[in-house]
T-cell receptor, first 111, second 114 residues
Framework: GNSVTQMEGPVTLSEEAFLTINCTYTATGYPSLFWYVQYPGEGLQLLLK?????DKGSNKGFEATYRKETTSFHLEKGSVQVSDSAVYFC??????????FGKGTLLTVNP | DGGITQSPKYLFRKEGQNVTLSCEQNLNHDAMYWYRQDPGQGLRLIYY???????QKGDIAEGYSVSREKKESFPLTVTSAQKNPTAFYLC?????????????FGSGTRLTVV
């Protein structure tokens, strides 16, 4: 079956630092790839998506590029804010026509 | 505004009791899902439903049951057979079942056994 490996957290950064959260996956074919964000005590929200190779998804300053050759979808942001503190989930589509969620990466941004 | 409503937000259950978690959506989505979230374990799929009157077991269905009598509603019952029910439960929906389809999540129900 499909699987997804996310960078283990927690990740702690200072405000305005550069963020990278690594995500690699195994999949057959060409699934769509998603990043979700979960703020404390809430459900998950879609952050960005990419549907085909070399697509770049972006939202709120976050970006991720669909790299088919390395089966990766790393999340990046150039300058994080305290309000970005949350748990981030990588989620590729799987061969069973559902999304597979990574274990999540906790990000804490200090002022 | 369209969305998913989960209720209650907090739920306390005594040992040996069954409890039902509510999930309602007004997005006109066909597919619905229930996940369990434990610290450090990410999301684990309990049950999912592709369409009304149909549902399938996920990875950890033992001790849980669901129904899908209406398109808008997908309640989850945590039975007394579930040995460790304390967790955060998330309901989600998507326009259809598929590997290219994003999910919309509710705000979750935190269940605690007392």
């Amino acid at each position: 079956g499909n699987s997804v490996t996310q960078m283990e957290g927690p990740v702690t950064l200072s405000e305005e630092a550069f963020l990278t959260i690594n995500c690699t996956y195994t999949a057959t074919g060409y699934p769509s790839l998603f990043w979700y964000v979960q703020y404390p005590g809430e459900g998950l929200q879609l952050l960005l998506k990419a549907t085909k190779a070399d697509d770049k998804g972006s939202n709120k300053g976050f970006e991720a590029t669909y790299r088919k050759e390395t089966t990766s979808f790393h999340l990046e942001k150039g300058s994080v804010q305290v309000s970005d503190s949350a748990v981030y989930f990588c989620a590729p589509g799987d061969s069973n026509y559902k999304l597979t969620f990574g274990k999540g990466t906790l990000l804490t941004v200090n002022p | 505004d369209g969305g998913i409503t989960q209720s209650p937000k907090y739920l306390f259950r005594k040992e040996g009791q069954n409890v039902t978690l509510s999930c309602e959506q007004n997005l006109n989505h066909d597919a619905m899902y229930w996940y369990r979230q434990d610290p450090g374990q990410g999301l684990r799929l309990i049950y999912y439903s592709q369409i009304v009157n149909d549902f399938q077991k996920g990875d950890i269905a033992e001790g849980y049951s669901v129904s899908r009598e209406k398109k808008e509603s997908f309640p989850l019952t945590v039975t007394s057979a579930q040995k460790n029910p304390t967790a955060f439960y998330l309901c989600a929906s998507s326009i259809e079942l598929g590997r290219h389809v994003g999910y919309t999540f509710g705000s979750g129900t935190r269940l605690t056994v007392v």
